[in-house]
């Protein structure tokens, strides 16, 4: 089974000592897997992955006892998950990586989804910016992020420009400043969140592809 489909509290087909079990998933542990218990001897164990699960057991109108058979219901559901984790211990085994197509796409998007959090979070919090905290007066004060220092070099511009040319004007003020190899990349990943998220309150209107003019707030 895959991970994200594994529920705590369900009693699922887990092969145990060489035989297939009901076991419930009574809570996660701390080192990776879950604590559980063998309903039909009523003692702990523990999944260490879900590869040891093989489908959700059959509900039962009475309780399980360590000397009930198994139906033949129970039987053929048993069958089809050995059969469903034999077909992907064999994709694994013939794979170059030892994944499965589905393990692969997740494993392929996770950095992706993280990659982009990071830039929306680059944008909006890169080195250079204040705390946001009052000033003297009681005013607040604006974050010096990329984002809003870009707000700022479009609308004193008046005309349109790109990521690059407003990156640089930013970095001309000496209010901010990035290590980072694509800082065009991630102002235009934020512009593009602000505009979707913001809606008609965003500071930024796309003219041209690749070019935004400011909006007059």
């Known amino acids: ?123 909006t919090n890169e080195s250079g910016r204040n705390t946001g905290e009052p000033d003297a007066t009681g005013a607040k004060q604006e974050r010096n992020s990329l984002l809003n220092l870009a707000a700022k070099v479009l609308a004193e511009a008046g005309q349109p420009l790109n990521c690059k040319e407003m990156v640089e004007r930013v970095l001309a003020t000496g209010l901010w400043k990035s290590e980072g190899k694509t800082p065009a990349a991630t102002l235009s990943s934020a512009i593009l969140r602000e505009m979707r998220t913001r809606s008609e309150a965003a500071r930024f209107r796309k003219v041209e592809r690749g070019k935004f003019e400011a909006v007059a707030q």
Do not use: F
Not at 4 to 31: E, F, M, W
Not at 53 to 76: F, H, N, V
Not at 94 to 114: H, L, V, Y
């Open 1 to 123: 089974m895959r991970k994200s489909n594994v529920q705590i509290g369900k009693t699922y087909a887990c092969k145990v000592s060489g035989s297939v079990v009901p076991v419930r998933l009574d809570r996660a542990n701390v080192h990776g897997g879950w604590d559980a218990t063998n309903m039909k001897t009523h003692k702990p164990v523990r999944v260490k992955s879900a590869q040891r699960l093989r489908g959700l057991w059959p509900k039962r109108t009475m309780p399980i006892t360590p000397d009930e058979p198994i139906t033949p219901a129970e039987a053929q559901a048993i069958h089809h998950a050995d059969q469903e984790n034999a077909r992907l211990d064999e994709e694994r085994r013939n794979a170059p990586d030892g994944q499965t197509a589905s393990e692969r796409a997740m494993a392929t998007s996770a950095p992706r989804a993280k990659r982009g959090r990071q830039a929306a979070k680059d944008a």
